[in-house]
């Protein structure tokens, strides 16, 4: 939980579910097949939980066959002691749950190979201050707390700073499917496709730059 934000971070088997249904099946699996390489950015490391996943499905065929570098931004880390507490370790294949370590303990603001071919760069700061070399990005989680909490995230300032970062054909996905939220999107110009939420959840959203 955050006492900040009054939001929850992941830290259930439910979460995991529900953050494999959206960010891997629904945003990495879904990228297209053209992409020689996947340039993630996500909004939040929050539990680290996004990226775990995304490495545990890399490493899906056992090595990570096309190059991965996952930028996550994070304006409020963690604390280790949290971290330490957290129990999805279970939920994860043995080879995955001992890299969890590996991607906590990796500094902010370098990059850090995890695994040949996966390459993490934690930014400690916030998202509205973060710049990309334009086109670069294929793939963004954003994973920000809800537009009740953290109004701000929502607004279509920031889709107007992602947009040019994506390549065309670039996705980006999210668990919220808040009507204000993809009205902004399509004003920066994202094609914004419906698609069913996970667990029983109605809806989340897909939004294609074409
Ligand atoms: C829902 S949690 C993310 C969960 C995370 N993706 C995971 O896999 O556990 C939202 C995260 O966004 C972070 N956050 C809040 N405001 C932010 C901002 N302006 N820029 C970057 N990160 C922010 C919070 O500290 C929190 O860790």
Redesign the pocket.
Known sequence: M?S??D?????HNGALSE?EYVYIDAGFNALSPQFEQVSIL????????????TLQQALADGEVTKPIRFV???????PHEVIAELNYKQYLNAEVAALFDKLHQAPWDQDVEIVPGFMLHKVH????N?TAVPASINLV?Y???APSK?P??WRQDNFDRLYPMMMPEGLLVSYCANGQFKRNLKAAGFEVKPYPGALGRREMTRAWKR
């Open positions: 955050s900040l934000f939001d929850s971070y992941h830290s953050s996500e909004l939040g490391f929050g539990s680290g939980m996004n990226a775990m996943l996550t931004v994070e304006a409020y880390p963690v700061g916030k998202l509205e973060y989680y994973d920000g707390f953290q701000e995230l």
